[in-house]
């Protein structure tokens, strides 16, 4: 095989996932584990793991789920509230049971409820964050009601994240799931202390992709897909070798049922399919020279971590998605981009 048909990569990290709990955390981790070396476990369970306890918990679960034939490591996180205890944060980090704190807004998505409403209800915290190096990572939405949902990551964005640099300048900061020029804009512009994952589902469809052919209940996440202006700006800047941004899927899985439904809960099931698709968009920019470095290095060095040794190859080899995937206990879950044709795979 020529070099544009066969690629390999130091071994990639998801800085960004969902595993949900009991059957279905069971059923979804192998589709994360086989893959990446490592990744961030997100806490927005209900109930979200707000106490180090809860963490320490779930985190057994998780490594009780993992198919024994895969090395994976998962990387916790910790839901931030209003009854934040500062010793679990800084004692848990320390101790490594901890690897970052995650904010949600109140409501912003699934799981929210307990999220925060002010930044000041949560400011000693955040500066024994900063005091002691710990990374926050960010869902950036403002929840007002009269703010447009296309708009709330930017809204955020002035309202709350610069005002928050200015005010803990050295805190370390990972805008999740960045969707619109803006983050990008900010995160290329801004300090060594801020960073960005980005989903392969912000990166290959816009806003259209909810609504051809009817309402797209699958494609439906929060962040929501954006226009294809940012679309565009967001895939330039990931592919441009600015090494604040990093993989982070976002996967999120939830029963077939719960999606068609009059809920249409938000959150894409992409984990058996991110590596393709980040891989297409790399290829159609013209940089696959530096895949490996969105995928594999720049989220390790940002977080302080040794970049993994071992390697993962990709093929392009057209393969399809498939339409459906059974879950013992859980029931349907419908992937990213289920039936479709896919040019990369992750060679076995």
């Known amino acids: 095989m020529s070099e544009l048909q066969k690629i390999t990569i130091k071994r990639p990290d998801d800085w960004h996932l969902h595993l949900r709990d009991e059957q279905m955390l069971k059923g979804v981790v192998a589709y994360s584990s086989r893959d990446y070396?490592?990744?961030?476990?997100?806490?927005?369970?209900?109930?979200?793991?707000?106490?180090?306890?809860?963490?320490?918990?779930y985190k057994k679960r998780v490594l009780a789920a993992i198919p024994h034939r895969d090395n994976f490591t998962p990387l916790m996180t910790i839901y931030l509230s209003d009854d934040t205890k500062i010793n679990d944060v800084v004692s848990g980090y320390q101790r490594n049971i901890l690897q970052a704190v995650?904010?949600?807004?109140?409501?912003?998505?699934?799981?929210?409820?307990d999220g925060i409403r002010s930044i000041n209800h949560v400011l000693p915290v955040l500066e024994a964050m900063q005091k002691h190096g710990i990374p926050l990572l960010i869902h950036g939405e403002v929840t007002d009601p009269a703010i447009d949902v296309f708009d709330r990551e930017a809204q955020f964005i002035d309202n709350m994240l610069l005002p928050l640099m200015k005010t803990l300048p050295e805190l370390k900061i990972v805008l999740e799931h960045a969707t619109t020029q803006e983050a990008a804009e900010l995160v290329m512009q801004g300090p060594a202390t801020l960073a960005a994952t980005v989903t392969p589902q912000h990166i290959l469809l816009n806003r259209n992709a909810l609504f051809q052919g009817g309402l797209k209940p699958h494609n439906y996440c929060l962040p929501i897909l954006k226009r294809e202006v940012h679309r565009q700006k967001l895939m330039q800047a990931v592919t441009s070798g600015c090494d604040r941004f990093f993989l982070g899927t976002d996967s999120a899985p939830h029963q077939k049922n719960s999606k068609e439904s009059a809920c249409g809960c938000a959150g894409v099931f992409n984990a058996p399919v991110a590596l393709s698709v980040y891989a297409h968009i790399f290829e159609q920019a013209n940089a696959l020279d530096k895949l490996e470095a969105f995928v594999a290095i720049n989220g390790a060095t940002f977080y302080q971590l040794p970049i993994n040794q071992d390697t993962l190859t990709l093929v392009k080899k057209k393969h399809k998605v498939a339409e459906t995937i059974f879950i013992s206990g859980v029931g349907e879950i419908i992937p990213f981009l289920a039936g479709e044709e896919l040019n990369w795979s992750v060679e076995n």
């Open 37 to 57: 070396a490592r990744a961030m476990i997100m806490p927005n369970l209900m109930p979200p793991l707000k106490t180090l306890a809860e963490v320490s918990e």
């Open 102 to 113: 995650k904010l949600y807004p109140a409501h912003a998505t699934t799981n929210s409820a």
